[in-house]
T-cell receptor, first 109, second 111 residues
């Protein structure tokens, strides 16, 4: 069965510090992975997906099949990055999403 | 453009009362539709998904049911709510190509 694990429930960093939000997955097929973000009082929105290999708001994520990881990184955190971040895996004929438990990122001034 | 509407935003219901949450999508046809729940302190859990009218798949056994009476309408229901049904319910769709689009959610409190 598929599984997504985000080991950190809370990550607190200072502005300008590097950020890495960890995500590990378990899936027997070829994974399609996403990062979603939820800012305060806003709806859940797509941050990036591994297929596109793009950088959004300075964030990048590389799929490492050997380590079954899809960690989210940003070299210099900003206060506006404070939010809840979810890693998710798409799978099955219905393209369901299995989410990790989420990591709350707090960027302190 | 594609949009997704979900209502109500908040709901307080007594134990044993019925439930109906509605989700509609605009600007797309034949989308895959999903209901997720986020319980307090936990991640998002898939409850139901639908790949077409009248087609419902359930991921977890529960006190809830779903229906898709029209192509762009997805309804989450319960005949008798339990305290454990409290949570944040999200509707989402995927119409192909990009990632998922989520509704604004319904916070349900069963008292």
């Amino acid at each position: 069965a598929q599984r997504v694990t985000q080991p950190e429930k809370l990550l607190s960093v200072f502005k300008g510090a590097p950020v890495e939000l960890k995500c590990n997955y378990s899936y027997s097929g070829s994974p399609e992975l996403f990062w979603y973000v939820q800012y305060s009082r806003q709806r859940l929105q797509l941050l990036l997906r591994h297929i596109s290999r793009e950088s959004i708001k300075g964030f990048t994520a590389d799929l490492n099949k050997g380590e079954t990881s899809f960690h989210l990184k940003k070299p210099f955190a900003q206060e506006e990055d404070s939010a809840m971040y979810y890693c998710a895996l798409s799978h099955g004929a219905g393209n369901m999403l299995t989410f990790g438990g989420g990591t709350r990122l707090m960027v302190k001034p | 453009s594609q949009t997704i509407h979900q209502w109500p935003a908040t709901l307080v219901q007594p134990v044993g009362s019925p439930l109906s949450l509605e989700c509609t999508v605009e600007g797309t046809s034949n989308p895959n539709l999903y209901w997720y729940r986020q319980a307090a302190g936990r991640g998002l859990q898939l409850l139901f998904y639908s790949v077409g009218i009248g087609q419902i798949s359930s991921e977890v056994p529960q006190n809830l049911s779903a229906s898709r009476p029209q192509d762009r309408q997805f309804i989450l229901s319960s005949k008798k709510l339990l305290l454990s049904d409290s949570g944040f319910y999200l509707c989402a769709w995927r119409g192909g190509g990009n990632g998922y689009t989520f509704g604004s959610g319904t916070r349900l409190t069963v008292v």
